[in-house]
């Protein structure tokens, strides 16, 4: 069936010829795929050449050369999403190695557990710079070079915690203030063709949530069947980093020509039960 007239023919080519920069491009050591390296894969499957940015470059390394043999382009930058300097070399690189600049996914995000009385000044500020300046930091640089050949899209990935308390307070807010920041973005910048859209993730399986559910001493996979049994989705789609880098990819591509300064959550449902799945790990814990 042919596509409507000046849309996407999907298929494999849903961001071909676009230019990507995808923060946290790498993933820890670990089972599963990070959300990073799967919007990455994703991006290059469907067309895109990337910019692998991480501060551990030996991660991103490991992407790249999964996109290498699929056939697609890819480079690393190793740098730091909160330092300016970084941030500024992230653009030119895509500009170095692929000549323009459509898409930016800021991806890296670190979380940590704890009301304001746990967390001390320093894990506040780090959450905060971490999680929500990296936003601003990448972005400034990134949105003239987009705007410069016409637009582009920018990808902002949140958190669950934005939208229901989770009980990470510093994270909480830092990944709230994403979504206001998006919005703020997205009427700035949308004169100059920018479009910027937020992915909210619900509780998602990958390395990194495995690798610090551990060091808490904690069962990641019996807190994820407690909260998942009350997921409207159930138990039967697991969140993994490919059903955000799915998400993404719509916002990245074309497809999402006419959407800006909008939140889509990718989460099985969490977002509209999650007092259920909070009195569920409550009850469990009470059981206990
Ligand atoms: N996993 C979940 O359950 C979950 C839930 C809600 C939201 N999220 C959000 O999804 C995003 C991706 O999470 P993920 O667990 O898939 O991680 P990921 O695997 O996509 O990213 C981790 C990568 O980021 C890199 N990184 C960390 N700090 C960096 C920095 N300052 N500069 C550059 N690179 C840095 C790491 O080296 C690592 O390779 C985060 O923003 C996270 O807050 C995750």
Redesign the pocket.
């Known amino acids: 069936m042919a596509a409507p007239e000046g849309r996407p023919t999907g298929g494999e080519g849903r961001v071909a010829g676009k230019v990507a920069i995808v923060?946290?491009g790498?993933?820890?050591p670990g089972p599963g795929v990070?959300?990073?390296?799967a919007t990455a894969l994703l991006l290059a499957r469907h067309g895109a050449s990337v910019v692998l940015?991480?501060?551990?470059p030996d991660?991103a390394e490991v992407t790249r050369k999964e996109i290498e043999q699929l056939g697609g382009a890819a480079v690393v930058v190793a740098?730091?999403?909160?330092v300016a300097a970084d941030a500024e070399r992230f653009t030119q690189a895509a500009l170095d190695s692929f000549g323009r600049l459509d898409v930016l996914v800021n991806?890296?995000?670190?979380?940590r557990p704890g009301s304001i009385l746990d967390t001390t000044e320093d894990s506040w500020d780090d959450l905060l710079r971490?999680?929500l300046k990296?936003v601003y930091q990448v972005s400034r640089f990134a949105i003239p070079a987009m705007a410069a050949t016409g637009g582009g899209s920018v990808v902002n990935?949140s958190?669950?915690g934005a939208l229901r308390a989770i009980g990470f307070a510093a994270y909480s807010a830092a990944k709230g203030g994403m979504i206001s920041l998006s919005q703020e973005m997205a009427a700035a910048h949308g004169p100059q063709g920018i479009r910027v859209n937020v992915v909210v993730?619900?509780?998602?399986q990958?390395?990194?949530?495995q690798g610090a559910a551990e060091k808490l001493g904690q069962d990641l996979g019996e807190i994820q069947k407690t909260a998942a049994a009350v997921l409207p989705l159930g138990t039967v789609t697991h969140g993994t980093?490919w059903d955000?880098a799915y998400a993404a990819l719509f916002f990245a591509s074309d497809e999402s020509s006419w959407i800006s300064g909008q939140v889509l959550a990718a989460d099985g449902g969490a977002s509209v039960t999650l007092p259920a799945v909070a009195l569920a790990s409550l009850r469990q814990r009470q059981a206990g």
């Open positions: 923060t946290g790498g993933q820890v990070g959300t990073g390296k940015v991480d501060n551990e991660r740098g730091d999403v909160t991806n890296v995000g670190v979380s971490i999680n990296s990935i958190s669950i993730p619900g509780s998602v990958t390395p990194r949530t980093g955000i």
